[in-house]
Nanobody, 123 residues
Framework: QVQLEESGGGMVQLGGSLRLSCEVS????????MGWFRQAPGKEREFVAGISRTGGTHYADSVRGRFTISRDNAKNTVHLQMNSLKPEDTADYYCAAHETLGIRASSTAYAYWGQGTQVTVSA
């Protein structure tokens, strides 16, 4: 029922910015809490940022102050604005949706996932 599609990935230089978007299908977007995760080659998938159904946000320590998650319920879209990018931000980025209240940082809480978009930050 629910389909997620990420876009906006690409290659940027150290210190650059990139904005990821995730379009969510259906008419129940406002019922979902959303999250962004990333996975670098050879590493575990990690939580990046989450936003609740009501707009509360939480960030991983590694991105706090540099990344901003937001949602536009009218457009069924969640965004991840990434500023001051570092090479260690290089990864495949995934958006995900859960159907519970609050913010979830564990991937196991998310029922729906996009296919990912690649972000590469060069030094």
């Amino acid at each position: 029922q629910v389909q997620l599609e990420e876009s906006g990935g690409g290659m940027v230089q150290l210190g650059g910015s990139l904005r990821l978007s995730c379009e969510v299908s259906g008419r129940t977007f406002s019922r979902y809490g959303m999250g962004w995760f990333r996975q670098a080659p050879g590493k575990e998938r990690e939580f990046v940022a989450g936003i609740s159904r009501t707009g509360g946000t939480h960030y991983a320590d590694s991105v706090r102050g540099r990344f901003t998650i937001s949602r536009d319920n009218a457009k069924n879209t969640v965004h991840l604005q990434m500023n001051s990018l570092k090479p260690e931000d290089t990864a495949d980025y995934y958006c995900a949706a859960h159907e519970t209240l609050g913010i979830r940082a564990s991937s196991t809480a998310y029922a729906y996932w996009g296919q990912g978009t690649q972000v590469t930050v060069s030094a």
